[in-house]
């Protein structure tokens, strides 16, 4: 059985989680959240208080760690080494340390193997920032999902208030421009438009409009 990759890349808040599983849901494919699995790392980083700078010791423990991705109705279920971390990897905490590790060359190697090992025999949607340039080069279809900052910054307020968490739409702004700058301008697997992907703006689209344009692409 050939293997479908649907590949969705683009900056934090842009909608590709949204996205990604509710295509998932409506084109019965697996859904892959490969942000999830630099989290968990840097949540086991954190918790064995290790030094993010003690470069041998976080590649090390990139190849030895057990992450599973385990589907839970339309969502995911993430583990590592048996520990539950779904909630846990969405601290500020985390979100603030993953790019330490997503900047080294061979943990993002070891991810990336583990990202195309899910593949396999399954018709996956796959969501991230080197999905289609690195992960899978050769993806069915290419989504770039993007949006204006400021429509970013209010998608995550109101994520985050929603959840009880009190930010001010500055801190956020702030959190994210630095994040689009270490996703784009790192030396391995930054966050850029693959040549054969499809940009897709979404800051003035709701959600329905959003799954419609995407489909249209996915169809075409
Ligand atoms: O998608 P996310 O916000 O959960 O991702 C968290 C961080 O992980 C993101 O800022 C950069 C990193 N990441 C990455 O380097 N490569 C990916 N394919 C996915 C995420």
Redesign the pocket.
């Given at each position: 059985m050939k293997s479908t990759v649907i590949a969705i890349d683009g900056p934090?808040g842009a909608g590709?989680t949204t996205l990604a599983k509710l295509l998932a849901e409506r084109l019965g494919l697996l859904y892959i959240?490969?942000?999830?699995m630099?989290?968990s790392l840097t949540w086991k980083i954190l918790q064995l208080g290790i030094n993010f700078n003690n470069k041998d010791l976080v590649i090390d423990l990139s190849r030895k760690v057990d992450i599973i991705l385990r589907p839970n109705g339309k969502d995911l279920k993430i583990f590592i080494n048996g520990d539950e971390v779904t909630d846990l990897i969405r601290t500020p905490e985390v979100?603030e340390n993953?790019?330490y590790v997503?900047q080294i060359k061979e943990v993002r190697e070891e991810m990336v193997k583990k990202q195309r090992s899910f593949v396999k025999e399954n018709r996956v949607i796959m969501?991230?920032?080197?999905?289609g340039t690195v992960v899978f080069p050769e993806a069915d279809k290419k989504i770039y999902l993007d949006a204006q900052l400021s429509e970013r910054v209010n998608r995550r307020f109101k994520e985050f208030k929603a959840k009880g968490f009190e930010y001010t739409t500055s801190k956020i702004e702030q959190e994210l421009a630095e994040?689009d700058k270490?996703?784009k301008t790192r030396l391995y697997?930054p966050l850029k438009i693959a040549d054969d992907a499809v940009y897709l703006d979404t800051t003035n689209l709701n959600i329905p409009e959003m799954v419609e344009e995407a489909l249209r692409v996915i169809n075409s």
């Open positions: 934090a590709k959240d490969t942000g999830a630099y989290r979100t993953t790019f997503a969501e991230g920032r080197d999905i994040r270490k996703d697997g």
